[in-house]
């Protein structure tokens, strides 16, 4: 059993940043790909970021582009998301997620039936 658990969220006013965080125990966390996905109140979830096995390659949605940016840390088992220059439409529930053992190292997942572990969310709120 895998568990994960997000750390980071918390209130912000727009144009400020957030580092938000994904802990994963159980198996090893190499064998994972990772994703992001977040859920406004009255909306669906949605994809935010995506980070391969290996790390070679990053997805993002075009919302965030060039102001979020996804990474991984083997050694500390988590992946954070970076966030900077946050706007109010930001503001949702964040959770993190991860592809087990996914057949090629370089393939980044952005739809939320691939994902077969999922955190508890962080709230994130961005103030105008």
């Known amino acids: 059993q895998v568990l994960l658990v997000e750390s980071g969220g918390g209130l912000v006013q727009a144009g400020g940043s957030l580092r938000l965080s994904c802990a994963a125990s159980?198996?090893?966390?190499?064998?994972?790909?990772m994703g992001w996905f977040r859920q406004a109140p009255g909306k669906e979830r949605e994809f935010v970021a995506a980070?391969?096995?290996?790390?070679?390659?990053?997805r993002y949605a075009d919302s965030v582009k060039g102001r979020f940016t996804i990474s991984r840390d083997n050694a500390k088992n988590t992946w954070p998301l970076q966030m900077n220059s946050l706007k109010p439409e930001d503001t949702a529930v964040y959770y993190c997620?991860?592809?087990?053992?996914?057949?090629?190292?370089?393939?980044?997942?952005?739809?939320?039936?691939?994902?077969?572990?999922w955190g508890q969310g962080t709230q994130v709120t961005v103030s105008s």
């Open positions: 159980g198996r090893t966390f190499s064998s994972y790909a």
């Open positions: 997620a991860a592809v087990s053992e996914p057949l090629s190292t370089s393939l980044v997942f952005t739809q939320p039936s691939f994902y077969d572990y």
């Open positions: 980070i391969s096995r290996n790390a070679g390659n990053t």
